[in-house]
């Protein structure tokens, strides 16, 4: 009774008549039974609370809608942080391709390293573990420092059209395709 009592809009009407009997025979209002202790904790795990206290509804309505948002927003967060650091770690590896292709018109051939090519890796946002080159065919690998993940790799695959150009092509190797760019995507 103490719970409903504090989670509804007035007192019981039982305890109003029984005000009105007392002030009507001009006696002498008799206080209340307390309330179960039980119950005012009870009372704070429901959003509507009459206690004259707005507040710890409120606050525990505020409460459960942070944390119903940061159920939704945390993953979303994290696939978003995900896939900026991939995007980094395409644009170094753009770069690094780049130096290949300038290697593979001054010479006609690829480099065996990507030091020869005249590559050196420039990182700030720390999205690159390493990169390398595949002396045979020229394809760059490069392996991102998000430790989820580690195994997997960015091959940008080179290809010499009919006009000797050479094209790039862009794929992951055991990434998902989530957090790959569109163009990266198979």
């Not at 025979?25 to 704070?44: D, I, S, T």
């Not at 290949?100 to 700030?124: C, F, H, K, M």
């Not at 990169?131 to 989820?148: F, H, I, K, Q, T």
């Amino acid at each position: 009774m103490s719970f409903h009592e504090l989670i509804s809009d007035r007192p019981w009407l039982v305890k109003r008549m029984a005000v009105v009997r007392d002030l009507a025979q001009g006696a002498p209002v008799e206080p209340a039974a307390p309330r179960h202790g039980l119950a005012y904790v009870l009372a704070l795990c429901v959003p509507r609370v009459s206690l004259g206290l707005g507040a710890p509804g409120a606050v525990l309505t505020l409460l459960t809608l942070a944390a119903v948002l940061a159920t939704v927003a945390w993953p979303a967060w994290q696939n978003l942080e995900a896939r900026t650091r991939m995007t980094q770690a395409v644009a170094v590896g753009r770069e690094a391709a780049a130096a290949v292709e300038r290697y593979y018109y001054a010479n006609g051939q690829s480099p065996a390293t990507l030091e020869q090519a005249g590559y050196a890796l420039i990182d700030p946002g720390h999205a690159v573990q390493t990169l390398e080159v595949d002396a045979g065919n020229g394809m760059v690998r490069v392996y991102p420092s998000d430790m989820r993940y580690r195994g997997g790799a960015l091959a940008f695959t080179p290809r010499v059209d009919e006009n000797r150009r050479v094209l790039w092509r862009c794929s992951g190797e055991d990434l998902p395709a989530a957090v790959l760019p569109p163009d990266c995507r198979d």
